[in-house]
């Protein structure tokens, strides 16, 4: 039904203006350039009707999808046409099924969403982003006409679980001159105050001697704003291990720093953050000889920063990681503590560190996995700063932290076979049940600054074999691999064979 009054008796209108009422969100200029092509003479109500369409439409691009425009009845002899903007208030807000997060603080989370608002959905997406960047929750709106005239009823549909996660772990990643085995466990809540606030706390200790391995850390996460975390963590450290052949190195040291977390822009399918970080490390280590004890503390405040960077496709997993720190000289322990600690090290040191992950799903099923891994430094570093070589996250086949070096790079190519339960899915979280065999090659070289006599300048590892891993039912895990190594190290001859095992469960 047309909204001019005898609209059979009309062909031809004379607009002069379009009289806009309601249009609150809107800049009065942004409304008179939308309907400005559709005025002056010989116009038709189709103009009108493109008029109301492109004012709406102005609306939708701005965020604003409940807003619709209505052309009222009138009269248009005048030359006068009214359009009104329907703003599609938010009526009643509801949230449904959460159960460890309280409503009140979910509705807060959303303010976009509050009853009496035009609700502006650009802004509402990147709440519900925010609202979801939580593991153990996640929030769907679901928007329909209201039950007063002209609102809309939100519900947030809330599935969660509970945030408390803890999980212990059994492996032989031992070093050289020390028991193989190492206990891990782990206790974290994810939604302290029921502000989303994380707290954790970790260890790892050497069950058959605890002088072998002895690590305790802890962290407090707290979310300041939709897109900025800041976390504090600190590690604490005791540990005697016999490294230098007749003589002992006990190593004893804290590490506390702060770190500010910045979620980037994101698109579908690609996530990126932003980390800052300041820390505060402090070692002391004596080196006993004999009867001799040489004593090297050392104390320093490095500086960070770090890009992370995700990519998920329909078959296919990437993710990449890349972190600068330096420290400045001046700052901490002088040149005598660095020198007793490492010949030539001093407190001026630059390092970047890097690597990239990708994983393939195959046709079959199967699946193909690829990992490089570098560091990069200005100098000679302290031990605490080198990166480390040898064992399950760099080459297989030798005990972790075989050789260790200022500069390193480190690559694993691996070839995964189709689940033998569940769905095979190179996305991680994806399938409660999973079982593959894999075949693998690792190779690595490491590099010193300045070595002394008898020491190697570099190292060089290399290894192939074959293992499993398995889930199940989300919460019980397990790996094993069986490799050979190519380049003899002292703790381990080429053509040896070496088994590393994990197992571990999480709630």
Known sequence: MSPFSSAQEITSLDIREYRVEGAKRLPRLEVEEAVYPYLGPGRSPEDVEAARVALEKVYHDKGFQTVSVVVPQQDPRRGIIRLEVVEGKVGRLRVHGARFFLPSRIKAEAPSLAEGNVPDMKQVEKEIVGLNRLGDRRVTPVLRAGVEPGTVDIDLNVED??????????????????????????????????????????????????????????????????????????????????????????????????????????????????????????????????????????????????????????????????????????????ETDYGNKRYNADGNFVILRGDVAHTRDLADGSQLFGKVQYQLGNRPLVNN??????????????????????????????????????????????????????????????????????????????????????????????????????????????????????GWADF
Do not use: C
């Open 385 to 502: 700063e080198q990166i480390a070589g040898g064992g399950l996250g760099t080459v297989r086949g030798y005990l972790e932290s075989t050789a260790l070096g200022d500069n390193g790079f480190f690559g694993t190519f691996e070839w995964r076979s189709r689940s033998l339960m569940g769905i095979s899915d190179s996305r991680p979280g994806t399938t409660p049940n999973e079982w593959r065999f894999h075949t693998f090659a690792d190779a690595g070289l490491v590099g010193i600054y300045d070595p002394v006599p008898g020491q190697r300048k570099r190292h060089g590892l290399a290894s192939a074999g074959a293992g499993t891993r398995f889930k199940f039912k989300d919460h019980f895990n397990g790996s094993v691999d069986v490799a050979v190594p190519f380049i003899g190290q002292p703790d381990a001859e080429a053509g040896d064979v070496r088994i590393t095992f994990r």
């Open 161 to 334: 679980k509970n945030p408390l996660h803890g999980s212990i772990e059994l492996n032989n990643r031992y070093s050289a001159n020390t028991t193989p085995l190492r206990l891990n466990g782990s206790i974290s809540h994810g939604n302290l105050y029921q502000l989303g606030h994380t707290g954790g706390l970790s260890f790892q200790v050497a069950p058959e001697n605890t002088d072998d391995a002895r690590v305790f850390s802890g962290y407090y996460l707290a979310r300041v704003s939709g897109g900025v975390s800041l976390m504090l963590q600190a590690t604490r450290q005791d540990s005697d291990v016999s490294t230098l052949g007749g003589a002992s190195s006990v190593g004893r040291g804290h590490t506390v720093g702060l770190q500010a977390m910045i979620d980037l822009p994101s698109r579908d399918s690609f996530y990126q953050t932003l980390s800052l970080g300041l820390d505060y490390k402090h070692f002391a280590e004596d080196i006993v000889i004999g009867k001799d004890t040489i004593s090297s503390p050392i104390e320093y405040w490095p500086l960070s920063a770090n890009y992370g960077a995700t990519w998920v496709a329909e078959k296919a997993f990437t993710e990449m990681n890349l972190s600068l720190a330096f420290h400045l000289r001046g700052v901490g322990s002088g």
